[in-house]
Nanobody, 123 residues
Framework: VQLQASGGGLVQAGGSLRLACAASGRTVSNNPMGWFRQAPGKEREFVAVINWRGDSTDYKESAEGRFTISRVYAKNTVYLQMNSLEPEDTAVYYC?????????????????WGQGTQVTVSS
């Protein structure tokens, strides 16, 4: 499966962005999908994940209440709506397909990764 992430950009603190991750090559409707991010000089970290049915989610603590992950099966696409953005959210954001059927915060549980989209939040 190939993943194409888009929607990143430059935004002021307090602003919003909506990231999209479109899958091609095969359907991902049976897999959880996750978003991770990596800031310069830091490890890649978990942001959010959604199960295959779309009715269960998990978020990094600092993203809870500000970010919303969702998926549209007809488009084979997962979204990450990010509100109240902070400079600390600046990173390259990656989407990924989980190997198993459970919600995982570990990058090792994901098998396919997109190329990433840059999000920059200015103060």
């Amino acid at each position: 499966v190939q993943l194409q992430a888009s929607g990143g950009g430059l935004v002021q603190a307090g602003g919003s962005l909506r990231l999209a991750c479109a899958a091609s090559g095969r359907t991902v409707s049976n897999n959880p999908m996750g978003w991770f991010r990596q800031a310069p000089g830091k490890e890649r970290e978990f942001v959010a994940v959604i199960n295959w049915r779309g009715d269960s989610t998990d978020y990094k603590e600092s993203a809870e209440g500000r970010f919303t992950i969702s998926r549209v099966y007809a488009k084979n696409t997962v979204y990450l709506q990010m509100n109240s953005l902070e400079p600390e959210d600046t990173a390259v954001y990656y989407c990924a397909v989980a190997r198993g059927g459970w919600l995982s915060r570990s990058a090792s549980s994901y098998t396919s990764w997109g190329q990433g989209t840059q999000v920059t939040v200015s103060s």
